[in-house]
């Protein structure tokens, strides 16, 4: 069974850092693609960004370009996500989704989220 | 960007009605346009991928179609279970983009 756990959220000072990390189970973490989703409170889902499955390609949203970056460790089926310069409108629910193998974009399996909140 | 509206934003349906819920995408994403249903609090779900391929394990009254810059999603036999919001996704094109969403609730 496919298992995602997202952490690493909690409340973050505009101008801030944040890593989140994404533990995956279930399948050979090294031959998918991942990518990070988020959800505003109360607001629809906006994918953030995408990797392959060696590491070696990453896509962002141009909301986050310059200041997010993924990667991944195939050694310890983790993801992660680096922000920095954090804003109040990177408040939201951050979902980890298994993609495709070889190729980012159709998000067949989902983690449960964490939140992050930016706020002074 | 592709662009990605919905409509209705909102539909209200009786248990085995047929609803239809249609996106339209701004530019064509070459059939790389998926269905997602989210249940409150929850996490979404892939019901559907590239346009008309119903995901392993999803009932077959959920079903796609569409072509070029028009989709539709049907469920052709409302449940109760099925109260969720509904989201398109363009994944042919970067940056990867969703549909505002579709709220359906039973009437």
């Known amino acids: 069974e496919v298992q995602l756990l997202e952490s690493g959220g909690g409340l973050v000072h505009p101008g801030g850092s944040q890593r989140l990390s994404c533990a995956a189970s279930?399948?050979?973490?090294?031959?998918?693609?991942m990518s990070w989703v988020r959800q505003a409170p109360g607001k629809g889902l906006e994918w953030v960004s995408g990797?392959?499955?060696?590491?070696?390609?990453?896509y962002y949203a141009d909301s986050v370009k310059g200041r997010f970056t993924i990667s991944r460790d195939n050694s310890r089926n983790t993801l992660y996500l680096q922000m920095i310069s954090l804003r109040a409108e990177d408040t939201a629910l951050y979902y980890c989704?298994?993609?495709?193998?070889?190729?980012?974009?159709?998000?067949?399996?989902w983690g449960q989220g964490t939140l992050l909140i930016v706020s002074s | 960007d592709i662009q990605m509206t919905q409509s209705p934003s909102s539909l209200s349906a009786s248990v085995g009605d047929r609803v239809t819920i249609t996106c339209q995408a701004s530019?064509?994403?070459?059939?790389?346009l998926n269905w997602y249903q989210q249940k409150p609090g929850k996490a979404p779900e892939l019901l559907i991928y590239d346009a008309s391929h119903l995901e392993t394990g999803v009932p077959s009254r959920f079903s796609g179609s569409g072509s070029g810059t028009d989709f539709t999603f049907t469920i052709s036999s409302l449940q109760p279970e099925d109260i969720a919001t509904y989201y398109c996704?363009?994944?042919?094109?970067?940056?990867?983009?969703f549909g505002p969403g579709t709220k359906v609730n039973i009437k």
């Open positions: 990797i392959s499955n060696s590491g070696g390609n990453t």
């Open positions: 989704a298994k993609d495709q193998m070889f190729s980012v974009g159709l998000h067949r399996n």
């Open positions: 279930g399948f050979t973490f090294s031959t998918f693609a």
């Open positions: 996704q363009q994944y042919g094109n970067l940056p990867f983009t």
């Open positions: 530019q064509d994403p070459n059939n790389y």
